[in-house]
């Protein structure tokens, strides 16, 4: 997956940044994430259709982030997609919205070559960070397939997935929780249950990590997408905060200017390595230019803002 470099879109205050973590440095199996295998002739045709990525020139062992959206252009799932032979693909997403998507998108299969099934139980994930990623990729793997996944403070990352019944890739243990707090810190968001169908894809900045492509054929509200990007209304975007104590994912975000009137979205959320919580918050760009945030409540805890680790792309 390549996480492109764009300009920013808008003036922000200056922000720190996230340090890198020497702790995130390990492996981890990733219980928290599901995999939906899709399988047939029509298996990268059908998903060309149907996600708002480009998996027509994606090659076997590559990756895309992608979004399912609906109707209304709002993501019902995000997913980490990889070809791993000629037609079989494999969705990485969150587990607990694997069954309620996967039957969702077989809805659209009809006269298609593909089938879409719940292969958590056969494909173990695995995610690594830190060290020499590079180096991890030039191992023969065998049945394994890895992909590199945007990096998190500092350190580069991937996704390891392999049979079930297979050797765990070596390397010293890494816990979940850091594992999910590079999640977070990467500023990229895995969509779970509590947030669904609640942002346009350009509300978690999926078109600036390459999770959007403006290019490729029709998919369910591409419309809806490109109006967005192309008649500058982006009016909300994600963001990397810290608070004290754990804010809810699904919580409101408060401005101190408006207090009464939320103005954005607690999504992910994780325990920071040095104390207290990180989480990705997507909310109205005005807010981040100043003032104090509240998760929760308008006198909730507060939210500190970190600068993104990428640029955003600009609205064209």
């Not at 173990?124 to 998190?152: H, N, S, T």
């Not at 390891?160 to 594992?179: I, K, N, R, Y």
């Amino acid at each position: 997956m390549i996480i492109q470099a764009m300009s920013d879109t808008f003036p922000a205050p200056t922000l720190p940044a996230i340090a890198a973590r020497p702790q995130l440095h390990g492996v981890a199996r990733l219980g928290h994430l599901g995999v939906i295998r899709v399988a047939g002739d029509d298996a990268v045709s059908f998903l060309q259709g149907q996600l708002t990525n480009d998996f027509a020139l994606l090659a076997p062992d590559q990756a895309r982030l992608a979004a399912f959206l609906s109707a209304k252009g709002r993501m019902q799932a995000s997913f980490v997609g990889v070809v791993r032979v000629p037609g079989e693909v494999l969705l990485v997403c969150s587990r607990d919205l694997l069954e309620t998507v996967r039957k969702r998108l077989s809805m659209f299969v009809m006269r298609a070559k593909a089938k879409l099934t719940d292969a958590t139980d056969e494909i173990a994930v695995y995610g690594i960070a830190g060290g020499d990623i590079a180096a991890w990729a030039r191992r023969d793997v065998g049945p394994a397939v890895m992909v590199g996944l945007p990096p998190a403070a500092g350190q580069a990352r991937a996704l390891w997935l392999a049979p079930a019944d297979g050797a765990a890739p070596e390397g010293p243990a890494l816990s979940t929780e850091l594992w999910l707090w590079g999640e977070v810190a990467s500023g990229v968001a895995t969509l779970s249950a509590p947030v669904v169908d609640a942002f346009v894809p350009q509300m978690l900045n999926y078109e600036s990590v390459g999770g959007v492509n403006f290019k490729k054929g029709c998919y369910p509200s591409q419309e809806i997408v490109a109006r967005s990007q192309f008649r500058g209304t982006l009016k909300r975007r994600a963001w990397v905060a810290h608070a004290d104590s754990a804010p809810a994912v699904g919580a409101e975000v408060f401005h101190d200017a408006d207090p009464a009137q939320p103005c954005g979205t607690v999504v992910q959320v994780a325990a920071a390595p040095t104390g207290g919580w990180d989480a990705i918050v997507s909310m109205q760009t005005h807010a981040a230019a100043g003032g104090t945030l509240h998760a929760g409540a308008a006198d909730g805890p507060v939210l500190s803002l970190y600068a993104l680790p990428y640029a955003l792309l600009d609205d064209i």
